[in-house]
């Protein structure tokens, strides 16, 4: 039996499937997500996941559960997944919609990232695993806030893996281009993930060479990978899951 596995994000899409991934592992699971429903439903269907209702916004919260967690046991791997989409161009993007943004897919990581990391570093291991996005790397149109707010996560995730690799932890992120989730899906005109898959010149994007739209689970095994033994030796990486869409410039 493995230890325990905090994932963020847990209620729907790619946080689901890195938690019922993890669970499948032997992992003990805690599931978090501001969306009741979805981790009590989860934690209903999946034998040795347990939920927990959480806003990634509020370190108080998250310390609260991080505290409860770890007197079931030590947290062992930390998956930041919660993220929210907000789209539009910037001279007509609200204040309101930034700042969320920043505070869920930015503030999130390190609310969730700092709580586990304290008790990480004085048993001297643990992984912590963000999941962030290919646009992090590469401009997108109508997506400055998202973009930014996932660029923003994942620098911060490389730099906490310079502080704790004294320490034996590992940091790392998995960077998924378009995959099949709700908040994908809120993305698509009446063609589909065909449009996505073909990429649009007029809006300087390419599309997915591999031809397909990535399923959660594609996303869940890189986590699973850089979580496990097998990713020892690899920390502060940046791992792209995106088909090749964008050519890993």
Same mark, same amino acid.
């Given at each position: 039996?493995?230890?325990? %596995?905090?994932?963020? $994000? @847990? $209620?729907?899409?790619?946080?689901?499937?890195v938690?019922?991934?993890? @669970?499948a592992?032997? /992992?003990?699971?805690?599931?978090?997500?501001?969306?009741?429903?979805?981790?009590?439903?989860?934690?209903?269907?999946?034998?040795?996941? !347990?939920?927990y209702? %959480?806003?990634? !916004?509020?370190?108080?919260?998250?310390?609260?559960?991080?505290? +409860?967690?770890?007197r079931?046991?030590?947290? =062992?791997?930390? &998956?930041?997944?919660? $993220?929210?989409?907000?789209?539009g161009?910037?001279?007509?993007f609200?204040?309101?919609?930034?700042?969320?943004?920043?505070?869920?897919?930015?503030?999130?990581? +390190?609310?969730?990232?700092?709580?586990?990391?304290?008790?990480?570093?004085?048993?001297?291991?643990?992984? #912590?695993?963000?999941?962030?996005?290919?646009a %992090?790397g590469?401009?997108? &149109?109508?997506?400055?806030?998202?973009? @930014?707010?996932?660029?923003?996560?994942?620098? +911060?995730?490389k730099?906490?893996?310079?502080?704790? &690799?004294? /320490?034996?932890?590992?940091?790392n992120?998995?960077?998924?281009?378009?995959t099949?989730?709700?908040?994908?899906?809120?993305?698509?005109?009446e063609?589909?993930?065909?449009?996505?898959?073909?990429?649009?010149p007029?809006? +300087?994007?390419?599309?997915?060479?591999?031809g397909?739209?990535?399923?959660? =689970?594609? #996303?869940?095994?890189?986590?699973?990978?850089?979580?496990?033994?097998? @990713?020892?030796?690899i920390?502060?990486?940046?791992?792209?899951v995106?088909?090749?869409?964008?050519?890993?410039?």
């Open positions: 039996m493995s230890g325990i %596995a905090l994932v963020t $994000g @847990a $209620g729907q899409g790619i946080g689901r499937a938690a019922v991934g993890f @669970a592992e032997g /992992y003990r699971v805690a599931a978090l997500d501001r969306d009741a429903k979805g981790v009590e439903r989860l934690a209903a269907e999946h034998d040795g996941i !347990t939920g209702v %959480a806003d990634v !916004t509020d370190p108080k919260r998250i310390e609260e559960v991080v505290e +409860f967690v770890e079931r046991g030590p947290i =062992e791997v930390l &998956a930041n997944v919660a $993220g929210i989409l907000r789209t161009e910037v001279t007509g609200s204040d309101q919609d930034w700042l969320d943004t920043f505070a869920v897919n930015a503030g999130g990581v +390190f609310n969730a990232s700092r709580a586990v990391a304290r008790r990480m570093t004085g048993r001297g291991r643990g992984a #912590i695993i963000t999941v962030s996005s290919n %992090a590469v401009p997108r &149109a109508g997506m400055a806030a998202y973009a @930014a707010s996932k660029a923003a996560a994942t620098m +911060f995730t730099s906490l893996g310079l502080e704790l &690799a004294p /320490y034996g932890v590992r940091c992120v998995v960077a998924p281009g378009s099949d989730t709700p908040m994908q899906r809120q993305l698509w005109t063609d589909g993930p065909s449009a996505v898959i073909a990429g649009s007029a809006a +300087f994007r390419t599309g997915i060479p591999l397909r739209i990535a399923e959660p =689970e594609d #996303i869940a095994d890189a986590v699973l990978f850089l979580a496990s033994s097998r @990713a020892r030796h920390t502060m990486h940046d791992l792209y995106d088909g090749g869409a964008t050519l890993r410039a």
